[in-house]
């Protein structure tokens, strides 16, 4: 079945730092979302990338959709303390899959002031 | 709009017992999907109802169920209780269920299975 891999596991940054997370499918994605959970929260929707190669801003953040739509990465540029929390990754399955999405594992990013 | 709405929040039981566990999706939205939160497994998704069909489910065994009734609002229960069931679980809205959706998650029941 479809496998969504998400690297690092574990991120610790200073506060200021640049942060980075990357996301590959085994297949090919018809989409990709990603979602923050803050600690003792729920994931909470960020973004959604559709187009290969689409690249989407949201003040700090930016995203990126692999142009094979099966990779694709969050990046911070400067974190703050309120950026702490799990990012994950999530996918569509192929095929008839309402109202399911396949997640990464997460990464848990940790900003030290 | 209210967002989605978990009850309980949480919830202590033992081994052997049952539970059952409720979902109020945003309003308009019929499409409500549960999914199990584990530090060892990730997010893993349970099953999807629409207008009170199950259409889509996970790898769970039958222990887990659920159901959708016709205001949408979703219950999922879990029988004879293992500990390894211990998880946030997690229900998401949606309007229609379709891969290009948004999904909007609750705040989750947390488990725990003594």
């Known amino acids: 079945g479809q496998q969504v891999m998400q690297i690092p596991q574990y991120q610790h940054v200073q506060e200021g730092e640049d942060f980075t997370t990357y996301c590959n499918s085994s297949?090919?994605?018809?989409?990709i979302q990603w979602y923050k959970q803050r600690p003792g929260g729920h994931p909470v929707f960020l973004i959604q990338?559709?187009?290969?190669?689409e690249v989407k801003k949201q003040k700090r953040l930016t995203f990126q959709f692999g142009e094979a739509k099966k990779n694709s990465s969050l990046h911070i540029t400067a974190t703050q303390t309120t950026d702490v929390g799990t990012y994950f990754c999530?996918?569509?399955?192929?095929?008839?899959?309402?109202?399911?999405?396949?997640f990464g594992q997460g990464t848990i990013l940790t900003v030290h002031p | 709009k209210a967002g989605v709405t978990q009850t309980p929040r949480y919830l202590i039981k033992t081994r052997g017992q049952q539970v059952t566990l409720s979902c109020s999706p945003i309003?308009?939205?019929?499409?409500v999907s549960w999914y199990q939160q584990t530090p060892g497994q990730g997010l893993q998704f349970l099953f999807e109802?629409?207008?009170?069909?199950?259409?889509n489910k996970g790898n769970f065994p039958g222990r887990f169920s659920g159901r959708q009734f016709s205001n949408s609002r979703s219950e999922m229960n879990v029988s004879t209780l293992e500990l390894g069931d211990s998880a946030l679980y997690l229900c998401?809205?949606?309007?229609?269920?379709?891969?290009?959706?948004?999904?909007?998650f609750g705040p989750g029941t947390r488990l725990l299975v003594l």
């Open positions: 309003s308009g939205h019929r499409s």
């Open positions: 990338l559709v187009k290969s190669g």
């Open positions: 297949t090919t994605l018809s989409n």
């Open positions: 999530a996918g569509p399955p192929g095929g008839t899959s309402y109202g399911k999405l396949t």
């Open positions: 998401a809205s949606g309007l229609a269920g379709y891969f290009e959706e948004t999904q909007y």
């Open positions: 109802y629409f207008s009170e069909t199950q259409r």
